[in-house]
């Protein structure tokens, strides 16, 4: 290690990345947070978009919410309420029956307590990356890293060929680390040369993940057939859900907006037809029709949106949890530690148990970096 201050690099700004850094942060690291996309979030985003009459409109188009259970991480999130990060959406969620056409009481949907950031899903990785001790650069996809056995630092390299600096440690939030068909599949960057530790690297391509879209749309009027904020949809092909975003605490309730989610199946199914790069203008038009089509056909949807889109997430779920116990994954050889929701299990919850844990798994190997370099 060179540096007096551990220099640290977090790859990617999502919950996993952004309470890494922040735990870093705390423990005098020195953080610099880098992600592809023009904000913090990740999976946990919130879209703005702005309407041709100029309205501006904001969609949590990611997570709409999540539930925690285990004991350390409810202790983190009492501090995020305490910050006025988030708070708990209390409304009544349940389930719609597309056959019978009614609502029905699902009871596990009303028993878990369900937190959303304020004023958007992604307002908990926004206030972390502030931190002190920690700096966010976004709009920066990291394409290249190596290892410099001498120095015993890592340098990394943006996708547009720049140099982004040398760092005593790395953290890497996405499994984009190792997986060829990631590039493929949502037509984002090439992943990273993982050559520097193949096994970390082999364990991480094997995991697969799901897709779906999600149809954000707004209206001038409340959606008065609908008496729930939140439920999940029974025998429909297209739909999975949808959730008021309006209704969350600390949102403009100016318009109704809601988002649907679509099925897996329905998402599989396009992307068979469309092929597997970014979804197309075409494609997100097509999806569009066809989940409001579904919608409208539940009878709940009883005026006309004023605006609607849809996003394809091409990985928005792992299928597969590879680090249970440990949390994450790391190189034994030096400060490399790989964190995301598909070390534990595929919700916010998994993902911000993986970052504690990273955090503590990479102070352990800088430190051990450091007592062989000064040996
Ligand atoms: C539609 C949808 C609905 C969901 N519903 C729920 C729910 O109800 N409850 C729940 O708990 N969870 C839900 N989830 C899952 C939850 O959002 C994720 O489990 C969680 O946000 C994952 O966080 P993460 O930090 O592991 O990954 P991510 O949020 O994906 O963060 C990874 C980050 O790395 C960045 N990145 C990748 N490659 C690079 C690179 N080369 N250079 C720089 N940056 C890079 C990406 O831009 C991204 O920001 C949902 C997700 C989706 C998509």
Redo the contacts with the bound molecule.
Sequence with gaps: MTSVVPKVAV???????AVCASNLAKNGVSVTV????RGP????SQRRDITNEGKELFFD???????IENTVVLDVIKEWKSRGLIAEWKEKFGAFDCISKSFIDSGEELSSRKYVGIPGMNSICKALCNEPGVEGKFG????KMEWAVDQKTFSLISLDGKFLGNFDGLVA??K?LASPGFTYITG??PP?NMNLAPQLALKIEQIPFRS?F?LMLAFSEPLHAISVKGFSFIHSEVLSSAFCDSSKPGRSSASECWVL?STEEYAKKVIADAGRKKASEATLAKVSEELLLDFQRTGLCTSQPYFMKAHR?GS??PSASIAREDKCLWDTTKPLVAC???CVS??????IQ??LAAASKLMELCRNTSETTSN
């Excluded at 880098?34 to 996309?37: E, K, P, R, T, V």
């Excluded at 188009?61 to 539930?67: E, I, Q, S």
């Excluded at 920066?140 to 394409?143: F, I, L």
């Design positions: 790859i990617g700004c999502g919950i996993a990345g880098f992600d592809l996309g979030g990740g999976r946990m188009h990611g997570a709409p919410y999540f539930t920066v996809g990291v394409a939030t996405d984009i984002q960057p990273l779906y999600v989610h997430w928005a779920f995301g929701d598909f595929p919700n916010v919850e998994g993902a993986s970052g």
